[in-house]
C-alpha cells in the first residue's frame, strides 16, 4: 500500500493485518556527490515501487525519508530512530528502512534484519525493458531479506 488516499483507506479499515512498514532513505546533496545521491533516490523509489506491488495489502510504503548526506552521522542514525519508534507505536511489527547508501550499513546499533540495503544501478541511460528485468531481479533478493526479517521475530 502506498501514501495514497485509497491506499490509506483500505489500511485503516485493514489495520490490523498489516504489520510492516517500508522507509526509503533518500539521500540529498547538491555538493560534488549530486549526481550520485540523485542515482541512489531515483534507484530506490523505483524500487520500492516493484516491491509495493508484490506486497500490496501487507505492508505501507511510507514517503521517503530524505536526509542531508554530509550530516553527521549521528544526526542521521537519530532521526532513523524517531522515525522507528514513532512507526512502532503506532501499531507496525515490522519496520524496515530501503537503503542503497553505503553509511547505513556502518550504524552498527541499526538491527540488521531492519536494514534493506542494495546497491544502485544507474538506470538512466537503461533500456526500459532491460530496466524492468533488473528490478525484478532486485526485488526477488530483497522478498528473501524481508521474509528472514519476519522469521526473526518468531
Not at 485509497?6 to 547538491?30: C, M, Q
Request: net charge negative; proline share 4%.
Amino acid at each position: 500500500m502506498q501514501w495514497k488516499t485509497n491506499d490509506i483507506e483500505v489500511y485503516l479499515e485493514e489495520k490490523e493485518y498489516i504489520d510492516t512498514a517500508v522507509v526509503p532513505l533518500i539521500p540529498i546533496s547538491l555538493g560534488r556527490s549530486i549526481k550520485q545521491s540523485v542515482e541512489q533516490g531515483e534507484f530506490i523509489q523505483l524500487l520500492s515501487l516493484h516491491l509495493e506491488r508484490q506486497f500490496k495489502g501487507r505492508m505501507l510504503f511510507l514517503p521517503a525519508c530524505t536526509y542531508l548526506s554530509d550530516h553527521e552521522e549521528s544526526k542521521k542514525f537519530g532521526d532513523l530512530l524517531e522515525w522507528e519508534k514513532m512507526i512502532k507505536d503506532s501499531g507496525f511489527k515490522f519496520v524496515f528502512f530501503l537503503t542503497s547508501d553505503q553509511i547505513w550499513r556502518s550504524m552498527e546499533q541499526l538491527a540488521p534484519e531492519s536494514l534493506l540495503f542494495i546497491p544502485s544501478i544507474p538506470l538512466n541511460n537503461m533500456d526500459d525493458q532491460y530496466k524492468q528485468s533488473i528490478m525484478e531481479d532486485q526485488v526477488k533478493q530483497l522478498m528473501k531479506e524481508i521474509v528472514k526479517g519476519w522469521q526473526s521475530s518468531y
